[in-house]
Nanobody, 125 residues
Framework: QVQVVESGGGLVQAGGSLRLSCAASGATYLSNCMGWFRQVPGKEREWVARIDKGGTTSYADSVKGRFTISRDGAKNILYLQMNTLKPEDTAMYYC???????????????????WGQGTQVTVSS
């Protein structure tokens, strides 16, 4: 059974940093492509960062230069280092791993996806 579990959220002041972690287990495809998404109540879930099997990454423009996605392949733990946080980064953050995707993990639409339960990040001004 696939399990995706996030941790590391919390309350931080603007300009501060947080590191999110995601432990994924239960299927071999989990190491192929993973990513972080976030959602604010009343808005669509948006992607934040993705990483493919080779370690190549992609970022949403809103977080580029401030957030870094990485992975410990041996433990299959995904990280999101978030620096210079802004109040507009406040959201529920989700770790995700697609069973399949169209074309390219980093830029294409994902198909059936495993989601974690989410971890709340709140940035105060």
């Amino acid at each position: 059974q696939v399990q995706v579990v996030e941790s590391g959220g919390g309350l931080v002041q603007a300009g501060g940093s947080l590191r999110l972690s995601c432990a994924a287990s239960g299927a071999t495809y989990l190491s192929n492509c993973m990513g972080w998404f976030r959602q604010v109540p009343g808005k669509e879930r948006e992607w934040v960062a993705r990483i493919d099997k080779g370690g190549t990454t992609s970022y949403a423009d809103s977080v580029k230069g401030r957030f870094t996605i990485s992975r410990d392949g041996a433990k299959n733990i995904l990280y999101l280092q978030m620096n210079t946080l802004k109040p507009e980064d406040t959201a529920m953050y989700y770790c995700a791993a697609p069973r399949w995707y169209y074309g390219n993990c980093l830029s294409s639409r994902w198909g059936d996806t495993n989601w974690g339960q989410g971890t709340q990040v709140t940035v105060s001004s």
